[in-house]
């Protein structure tokens, strides 16, 4: 929406937050109509404005007019920026269809304190190396992957959701199915404690590439983030398995065992076979 009385932009968007998006739209809002930081507004989500939000795939709409006619969208006739929405939709990139393709790799170090006690597993050192294409903004994108990868933490190794069993014989227990983890006393979201005590995170070096072609299906060439570094964390879940494996061959057990997620301190107790009777 363009104010005509001081030529400020007010922007409408669909509603998602905790991704710093509102910051990387006025990023984007800036550098493609070319106007001052200032004079660009970001409005909170209304369905009266915006009926049926969908993705950030719109997005991509100024990009495309840059591209195609060489000029700002600011510059361009309505008709063309309704084919640019139409491209949109038909390639995919807009609403629940839309697409990304990112990767990410980590180096993990950890250990277990005290197995026959406790099974308490600890994260010495984690680093992630997460390919974000041309970052729009570093810092926001750095914390995005550090927050997913913590999550995941707590989905492989605390957060179990425990049901009331079904009891036994003919007669159902009366409960039965019931979910028990109900808050954070029998619940455990990831806390501080599951940060890994040396935690580095350094996005891909695209800059330093010899060649990096322009990537026309992602915002200015950047890639998702947010949600696709939680998937880094399954190597947390392995360090476990291969901490208990090592423990397991020192007492001459079997190394192979099933180790279900989130190996809990119950679960990993059980894949160690301890004793809890005689510690």
């Known amino acids: ?29 800036t550098y493609i109509l070319n106007i001052p930081v200032s004079l660009i507004r970001i409005e909170g989500p209304s369905t ?23 000029t700002p969208a600011s510059n361009c006739a309505p008709a063309y920026w309704t ?17 990304a393709s990112t990767s ?25 190396v997460y390919d974000l294409g041309w970052s729009l903004n570093p810092a926001l994108d750095v914390g995005q992957v550090e927050g997913a990868f913590v999550q995941g933490i707590g989905y492989v190794l605390s957060e179990k959701l425990v049901f009331e069993p079904g009891g036994s014989g003919a007669e159902p227990a009366p409960d039965a199915g019931r979910l028990n983890s109900l808050n954070t006393w029998t619940y455990k979201p990831p806390a501080t404690t599951s ?17 990096v072609p322009e990537n026309t299906s992602e915002v200015l060439s950047s890639k998702e983030v947010g949600e696709p570094p939680l998937v880094l964390a399954a190597i947390v879940f392995f360090a476990v398995k291969a901490a208990v494996r090592a423990t397991r061959k020192q007492r001459g057990l079997s190394p192979l ?20 009777a005689h510690g």
């Open 83 to 99: 084919s640019a929405i139409n491209y949109l939709r038909i390639r995919g990139m807009s609403g629940a269809n839309s697409k």
């Open 195 to 211: 940060i890994p005590l040396e935690f580095n995170v350094r996005l891909f070096p695209r800059d330093l590439a010899s060649s």
């Open 257 to 276: 065992f099933a180790l279900e997620a989130p190996a809990t301190v119950q679960e990993i107790q059980r894949a160690c076979a301890v004793d809890l």
């Open 104 to 128: 990410g790799t980590t180096v993990k170090k950890g250990g277990v304190l005290r197995w026959r006690s406790t099974a308490k597993s600890s994260l010495f050192s984690a680093d992630l």
């Open 48 to 70: 009266s404005v915006v009926p049926n939000p969908a993705s950030t795939g719109p997005l991509l709409a100024p990009l495309i007019m840059r591209k195609w006619y060489g």
């Open 1 to 29: 929406m363009l104010e005509q009385a001081d030529g400020s932009v007010i922007i409408h968007q669909g509603g998602e937050m905790g991704q710093g998006l509102l910051t990387q739209v006025r990023q984007v809002a």
